[in-house]
């Protein structure tokens, strides 16, 4: 039996990994019990058949038979038609059709896991732990993620208008374009000395992904005739992806020791994952960025980075996804995405429910400069202030406030006009569709000018290479 085994807080990307392994027995013997409960099941189906209002297929009740007793397991069991089942094995690959938003189903609603980089879902500005209470109008309570899922797809170029609920926000509208999602798994850029590297998700391609990135680096440092001191790992808003890939992160960062555990109902079931010798970053020191959009295989790799003592991990605490799904194919038909195991990080600690807790909470903030007012105070403007004489010559500036013009113009503190008809008052919000309300201004993930937590990452390890640096001489 052909089996897939996937761990990612995602609806919309379903990335998986196939393996081969025995069929496995039935867990109990069948009883009187459990016929007289199928019996049940066999009298509740022919009635609907028989007496609702409006026709229903059998296969249409079967699936939905199938779906309801998986999904009340937990939210990542599920039962997946053929058409979902392929369009997973399409987005194995890396590149799909929709919005770009991973999402999962919290009481009734979609919840946004996170949007990935640079798709519709991102540039419209949805955040990780929004809620899409209605599609195009119509109200999502009563769909299965699934139901919701198909709902958001479509031919590219088209619209569809999402309803956004977030914390502390009235509800608003927001309409997303549906394009061709391809996801770049990883994203590597040089900032001055530190080596930044985004895994925006763990696909087939990512491992190969880290390390192309990892060489880029070094030939941009190479090229600008520098020192690479550190390196970033931003994991943010990343929902999971393979097993596999997130087992070759760690590993690429790692010389010895576990990486993860997984352990299901049979302990004799137990795998476990080490690391291999070898490190992409050579000992360099390395923060993690995780936030609550962290998931899964992102949380396999911090927590392994951070057991290990191998890297800082800042940020906000991690979804706290800790299971492992196995996608069994039905011949025939679809699939079903089976929750069979939960994984450990190699301190032994699962974070189901609970997440990653960063060495360093950071919170998202916005980066502005303060306006000053004046010149910069120093002890050079103080009067009769002494020189120095190993200082460059400089142009003399005034320390005195220049006299007043008697025949300037008296400043005008009155109240302001009021804008009459057709006048235009300033805009700081970005244009929306008449009736929508535009969501809060987005922080560019990655942009050390805006992204607070990034810059801090950025100074830490700056501050590392510094102290390390006094420590040598």
């Known amino acids: 039996m052909n089996r897939r085994f996937w761990i990612t807080a995602s609806a919309c990307a379903l990335l998986s990994l196939t393996v081969t392994s025995a069929p496995v027995a039935a867990a ?40 309801g007793m998986l999904t009340s397991l937990d939210p990542h069991s599920s039962y997946l038609t053929a058409k979902n089942f392929r369009d997973m094995q399409v987005q194995t690959k890396g590149e799909f059709g929709g919005l770009g938003i991973e999402v999962t ?68 509208d927001v309409r997303v374009t549906r394009d061709t999602i391809r996801i770049q798994a990883v994203k590597a850029k040089l900032e001055d000395t530190i080596g930044y590297v985004r895994v925006t998700a763990f696909n087939e391609r990512t491992d190969s992904g880290l390390k192309n990135g990892m060489d880029e680096l070094d030939r941009q440092a190479a090229a600008a005739g520098k020192k690479i001191e550190g390196y970033v790992i931003d994991l943010r808003n990343n929902p999971g992806g393979l097993l596999d890939q997130a087992v070759a992160v760690s590993d690429a960062f790692l010389d010895r020791g576990e990486i993860v555990s997984t352990r299901s109902r049979d302990p004799e079931e137990t795998q476990r994952f080490n690391a291999h010798n070898g490190d992409l970053a050579k000992g360099l020191p390395i923060v993690v960025l995780i936030n ?57 600690r699962s974070i189901q429910a609970v997440g990653i807790e960063p060495d360093i909470k950071v919170q998202p903030a916005k ?79 990655g942009d050390p000018s805006s992204d607070y937590q990034m810059a801090r990452a950025l100074d830490l390890l700056r501050g590392l290479s510094l102290y390390k640096g006094q420590m040598a001489n």
């Open 28 to 67: 109990e013997k069948n009883t009187a019990e459990t016929y007289r409960l199928l019996n049940l099941f066999g009298d509740v189906f022919e009635r609907v058949r028989a007496e609702y209002v409006e026709d229903v297929s059998d296969e249409e009740l079967i699936e939905a038979a199938l779906n």
């Open 367 to 445: 980066i502005e400069t303060v306006a000053r007012n004046g010149e910069r105070r120093s002890e050079s403007s103080l009067r009769n202030a002494l020189g120095n004489e190993n200082a460059p010559p400089e142009k003399a500036t005034p320390t005195e406030e220049p006299a007043e013009d008697k025949n300037a113009p008296a400043p005008n503190n009155g109240p302001k006009p009021i804008p009459g008809p057709g006048a235009q008052a300033p805009s700081t919000t970005p244009a929306s569709e008449p009736g929508d309300k535009a969501p809060a201004v987005q922080i560019t993930i």
């Open 292 to 348: 609550d959009g962290s998931a899964s295989a992102s949380e396999i790799v911090a927590g392994a980075l951070q057991d290990h003592r191998r890297a800082i991990v800042l940020g906000t605490k991690s979804f706290g996804k800790g299971s492992v799904q196995t996608v069994i194919p039905l011949p025939g038909h679809g699939a079903m995405r089976l929750t069979t195991a939960r994984y450990y990080t190699p301190s032994g």
């Open 105 to 172: 189903m919290e009481n009734g609603w979609v919840k946004v896991v996170s949007p990935i980089d640079d798709t519709p879902a991102f540039r419209a500005g949805l955040q990780p732990g929004d809620f899409v209470t209605h599609l195009d109008g119509e109200p999502v309570t009563g769909l299965s993620l699934s139901e919701a899922v198909d709902r958001m797809r479509g031919p590219v170029n088209t619209d569809i208008r999402l309803t956004i609920r977030r914390t502390d926000v009235e509800p608003f």
